[in-house]
């Protein structure tokens, strides 16, 4: 059962490699996955201190990919090409349970997280899109997870329950309480 009190960050993501349209499609309810921080300066730290047990917004621009079996070059459909909220994860582990696994590449730091909902990803109209649903710029230009009781979009909703109650709504978490 996902506790919505505990929806308190968002947070860019992109798929590493050229081989799918949205990063961390072949995930499903329940499942578990390295949600990935790309190295750079603070980042270690910041993906080190959120909570365990806090839930994260995933948020992401689809992009075109080489399907390795055919070749064939995938296009994003003409009005896709924008911001999506795709998943909500919630962390499973502390960061100092983590962080010892974590590598020295670009994307080797990590936090563990368990999925509580994905869209349909194979349904275009049916993705929630970050611009409609969150109605404010949030930062989503790095790595790292943004609170989403930040000034920016505090100036937009007023109170963190405002916009839980929104993306409650927006994305029918009250389906999966």
């Known amino acids: 059962m996902m506790d919505c009190d505990r929806l308190d960050y968002i947070k860019s993501v992109t798929d590493k490699g050229d081989e799918r349209e949205w990063a961390y499609s072949s995930e499903s309810i329940g499942s578990k996955f390295k949600l990935n921080f790309k190295r750079g300066k603070g980042v270690e730290s910041h993906a080190r201190k959120l909570p365990k047990s806090s839930l994260i917004i995933l948020s992401q621009v689809p992009h075109e990919y080489k399907n390795n079996t055919t070749g064939e070059q995938k296009k994003i459909p003409n009005g896709c090409k924008k911001r999506y909220l795709t998943h909500v994860v919630e962390l499973v582990n502390e960061g100092s349970e983590d962080e010892p696994k974590w590598g020295e590449g670009m994307w080797d730091i990590f936090r563990c997280v368990k999925v509580h909902w994905i869209a349909d990803l194979k349904n275009w109209n049916s993705i929630p ?42 994305l029918n978490l009250k389906a999966i309480e």
């Open 129 to 170: 899109v970050d611009k409609e649903v969150i109605r404010a710029k949030w930062g989503c230009y790095n790595t790292c997870a943004k609170s989403l009781s930040s000034p920016k979009l505090m100036s937009e909703w007023g109170t963190i329950d405002r916009l839980r109650e929104r993306l409650i709504e927006q």
